[in-house]
């Protein structure tokens, strides 16, 4: 062989190892590669310049450049196989995206479906076959595929465990094996992957704890394990994950204290552990997290005060604490959250008043102080007899939330009168029934013209029922029973037309119901 052929040898082995050393973020993918486009890619013969002071043997010189296209074949064909068992432990392929991942065309691997190769190289470095209608198992056998980079399974109907042999796969940035029917433990060696990037577990039966070897992934940016079986508690060494931003393990059965964690977790924008059994208090270290945008603690055993320190999240936009056991008052500094859009406190125990820096928050459109939540379809006061504590008057501020659309204050201790600013809002649903409101309806009620949903039965309204009521005209529902209203039912009842459901007894009406009531064609 002459010297040129050397040295095209000796530049394709040196186009391996350079891609080897090559860091994730500068890969490419390529879906068919040819051997020549090694050597192109490094600019043909002339890239490489044989230097005649070096004394070495062309034998020699050869022999290398054999052994890196002999390594290179051998991890080639360990790819081949690795895939082959993978196809193998699929018992249906429904849309019949593995029919051409077969041995005689092993050579075209980098062409198979759902297969992305590194250029250059032909190794595998993504596994992409979310919703293929797959059947089977996840075969230990992709543990040997030390290029993958992205394993995406997610959406088929895979059982069984996940192999531990995936934590060999030490280059692995994403796992996606969510939405399948995977059962057991998730396995630790998981965790030795410490390049990961994004994990997604989402939605299968896994069951066990997590494994405090979480705290090795410190890359870690995604953790979704919600919707499987996992117990226990959530591991303090999650607080290593310091470059995590969202984490979802909510509808599982974890219990025990929320770990007081958050302190360096600077870049978490996303928590839910909701549907759980977790106790104790609120981590006031989530004040730290400063670009937090959610929170939803919903259907927990959470104790203690919301944490002050929670008025430091200007980026919070939906905070959702129902169904715990929290306590006090609701803090003041909750008004700073300029971001905030939703607001869900109810089925608590707090007390006091409702903190009129409430009336701050412009873009809140949800707030909900009810002990217990709402259909939207019906007036839940009929579906339970949970009483709330929250005593004092509504804050005539809350009407400079000029984006409120739902208002749910039912079953409190809330007294004084119904502010009219409440009525220059966007409000579609307005739920105040069952406290100890009193004075009259105010006369600007037909502003709300959204309004499909009005309860204010169950309290101590006097006076008439204004005649502007009847320029509600997308009211569905309108309840006003158990109070003290006199005087007649006004003709205008009669704009109304979308009314579904009216209640208005147990009052003092003086006349009969207006005829203009037939006009509500839907009652």
């Known amino acids: 062989m002459n010297s040129r052929g050397v040295a095209m040898l000796l530049l394709f082995a040196m186009t391996f190892a350079i891609a080897a050393a090559t860091d994730a973020a500068s890969v490419s993918y390529s879906k068919k590669q040819r051997p020549s486009q090694l050597y192109d890619h490094m600019g043909g013969s002339n890239s490489l310049q044989r230097d005649d002071s070096d004394d070495l043997n062309g034998r020699n010189l050869l022999e290398k450049a054999q052994q890196f296209q002999t390594s290179m074949a051998d991890r080639h064909k360990r790819d081949v196989e690795a895939l082959l068992a993978f196809r193998k432990a699929i018992i249906d392929d429904n849309a019949g995206l593995l029919s051409n991942w077969t041995a005689h065309n092993s050579n075209s691997m980098c062409s198979w479906n759902g297969i992305w190769c590194r250029r250059n190289t032909e190794r595998v470095v993504a596994i992409i076959l979310p919703q293929s209608g797959l059947y089977g198992t996840v075969s230990p056998s992709l543990g040997s595929l030390s290029f993958l980079r992205i394993l995406d399974l997610s959406g088929n109907s895979l059982t069984g465990r996940i192999p531990p042999e995936i934590g060999q796969v030490r280059a692995l940035r994403k796992l996606d094996l969510s ?52 117990s226990r508690g959530i591991p303090n060494s999650l607080g290593n994950c310091t470059s995590l931003r969202k984490l979802w393990i909510r509808n599982n059965n974890l219990s025990g204290a929320i770990p007081s964690v958050f302190r360096r977790m600077t870049l978490l924008s996303e928590i839910d552990s909701s549907y759980n059994s977790l106790s104790g208090e609120i981590p006031p270290s989530l004040g730290n997290c400063t670009r937090l945008s959610s929170i939803y603690f919903y259907r927990n055993h959470l104790t203690g005060r919301i944490p002050v320190e929670l008025g430091l999240l200007h980026k919070l936009e939906y905070v959702d604490l129902e169904s715990n056991r929290l306590e006090s008052s609701i803090p003041p500094s909750l008004g700073n959250c300029s971001s905030l859009r939703i607001l869900y406190l109810g089925n608590n125990s707090f007390s006091g008043s409702i903190p009129s820096q409430l009336g701050n928050l412009k873009k809140l459109s949800v707030l909900s102080l009810s002990p217990s939540r709402s259909t939207g379809l019906q007036d839940a006061d009929i579906l339970d007899n949970i009483q709330g504590n929250i005593s004092g008057p509504i804050p005539s501020e809350i009407g400079n939330c000029s984006n409120l659309l739902f208002l749910e204050l039912k079953r409190n201790i809330i007294q004084g009168s119904l502010p009219s600013s409440l009525f220059q809002l966007p409000l579609w649903y307005l739920g105040l029934s069952s406290n100890h409101l009193s004075g009259s309806i105010p006369e600007n009620i037909g502003n709300g013209s959204n309004l499909q949903y009005l309860y204010l039965h169950a309290n101590n309204f006097k006076g008439k029922i204004p005649k502007s009521i009847g320029k509600l005209k997308s009211l569905d529902t309108l309840t006003i029973y158990s109070n003290n209203i006199s005087g007649s039912i006004p003709d205008s009842i009669g704009g109304l037309v979308s009314l579904i459901y009216l209640d208005i007894s147990e009052n003092n009406f003086e006349a009969s119901i207006p005829k203009s009531i037939s006009n509500c064609t839907s009652l």
């Open 179 to 230: 939405s399948n029917a995977l059962s057991g433990p998730i396995p630790r060696t998981l965790f030795n992957c410490t390049q990961l990037l994004s994990i997604d577990l989402s939605g299968n039966s896994l069951t066990g704890m997590i494994p405090t070897e979480l705290g090795r992934l410190i890359k870690l940016e995604h953790l979704s394990l919600y919707l499987n079986a996992l």
